[in-house]
């Protein structure tokens, strides 16, 4: 049986997570461009910010630039994490091999035993270092 947060006021934390999943979006967008990074001759609609270890199972890698790709959502995203055994699946996976090395999760798994648990004070850290690298961008 699956619990579900009861709609309503959101916390600080909360608030402060929204803010950084849109200013990460932002970051991602202006370093990479809106396109989709797996199907780069397509023209996917609804681009938005796939996790390629889910933020479920790694939470620390949630904001982590190398696990983040844009991709679109019907393309890319859904297949890759709702059915891998289906051929899209499988394309998402070997795109991803030719993008970040046949290696890339191995890195990603050594990336979030060292990434710091995260406190709501370093989210806020992070918030800050994100608007200054984006003004940085601009």
Request: proline share 3%; aromatic share 10%; net charge positive.
């Amino acid at each position: 049986m699956k619990f579900y947060r009861k709609k309503g006021k959101k916390s600080d934390r909360a608030k402060i997570i929204a803010r950084l999943e849109a200013l990460t979006r932002e970051i991602l967008i202006k370093e990479r461009g809106l396109h989709c990074e797996i199907h780069p001759s397509k023209n996917c609609t609804q681009v938005g910010v796939m996790h390629i270890l889910s933020k479920r199972s790694h939470p620390r890698l949630r904001f982590y630039t190398p696990n983040l790709v844009l991709a679109g959502w019907f393309c890319s995203h859904f297949w890759t994490h709702h059915n891998s055994d289906d051929p899209r699946a499988k394309f998402c996976q070997q795109r991803l091999e030719e993008i970040y090395g046949k290696d890339y999760k191995e890195k990603l798994y050594v990336a979030n035993r060292f990434s710091k648990q995260h406190t709501t004070g370093y989210l806020k850290i992070l918030e800050i270092w994100c608007k200054q690298r984006l003004m940085g961008m601009g």
